[in-house]
């Protein structure tokens, strides 16, 4: 079986695990400063299994919000795996249940791994060894933060200041495609202004209406009549 | 957070993940939806990042993390690999509190 995945393709899938197994690491630390068990944490890691929804979760918490508002913008920043969803499934298997399966494996990751290939057969190849490596490493990192991150003082140790770095890490590789940067502009904004007079989570529900501005810039580049449209 | 939420969530989550591959085997969406369906993720991380620099309960804050996201800026700037990024910004605010 092993030799249908050419060496390539396992070498970059381990090294992207590798990557978001090191990420791992930090969100096991955050989780339980946070106030999650370890086992908790680990249990995120296992069967939430998308990063920015689970930093979302404890660093809401971390903050000192409700868990419902926690949970709302975990939801929010899971929205795009919707639409990761519908990218992978012409390169999943037919059998239903190896799909609902794979389909826990849908991330940006592996997404993007799949798209970058020629044929459909190489795609969900890919698609299955940069998510088996990333689900193997993540839930290791994962265990190996929670287990340690006990013992530290988050505040004395900038912990705190690790959320918006991890936040804005993740918010930059996206920032390439058209209309992101004023869909972020207006959601920063929005949530900054809402911040003092609305309950904690509404800032960042209502920021997600920030999509609205990306549609702006799209309308705007057909008005001047330049050709500003996303590759195909 | 309680169990039941937790798990919750977690379904919500793969719930989402699974829609396409099993709803619409092979159909896509119409690509302006897809499009603002993949881009929500922008504008919430951007609201994330804005809260967690200068959000403290429900007031606004100026202290070690704003120097602690300008270091962070850079280091993602400079293509820094992601763990890198987050211990620099932990390691600035950890040397501003030392300082202070």
Known sequence: ?232 | MSWPLLLALCAGCYAMKAAGPLLLAQRRLPPPVERLVGLVAVPVLAAMVALQTVGRGRSLVLDARLAALAVAALLVWKRAPFLAVVLGAAATAALLRLVA
Not at chain 1, 11 to 16: H, K, N, R
Not at chain 1, 84 to 89: I, R
Not at chain 1, 197 to 220: F, K, Q
């Open chain 1, 1 to 232: 079986m092993s030799d249908a995945f050419p060496r390539r393709l396992l070498q970059q899938a381990f090294v992207i695990g590798l990557a978001t197994g090191a990420y791992g690491v930090s969100f096991g630390v955050l989780s339980v400063t946070a106030g999650l068990s370890v086992l908790q944490t680990c249990v995120l890691s296992l069967l939430m299994f998308t990063g920015a929804s689970q930093f979302a979760v404890v660093g809401v918490l971390a903050g000192g919000g409700a868990p419902a508002a926690a949970a709302g913008n975990a939801l929010l920043l899971g929205a795009r795996n919707i639409a990761y969803g519908f990218v992978a499934a012409p390169v999943l298997p037919r059998s239903r249940l190896r799909r609902a399966l794979l389909a826990h494996l849908v991330l940006d990751e592996t997404v993007a791994m799949a798209r970058a290939q020629a044929d459909t057969e190489t795609a969900g190849r890919a698609f299955l060894a940069t998510g088996v490596a990333i689900y193997l490493l993540w839930n290791a990192g994962t265990a190996l933060g929670a287990l340690a991150g006990g013992a530290l003082d988050p505040i004395r140790l900038g912990l705190d200041a690790m959320f918006p770095a991890a936040f804005l890490a993740l918010l930059v590789p996206q920032l390439r495609r058209p209309g992101a940067s004023r869909a972020a502009v207006a959601g920063a904004v929005l949530a900054l202004a809402l911040l003092p007079i609305t309950p904690a989570g509404v800032p960042v529900l209502a920021a997600s209406l920030g999509v609205l501005a990306a549609l702006t810039a799209r309308a705007e580049a057909a008005g001047a009549g330049h050709d500003a449209a996303e590759p195909a």
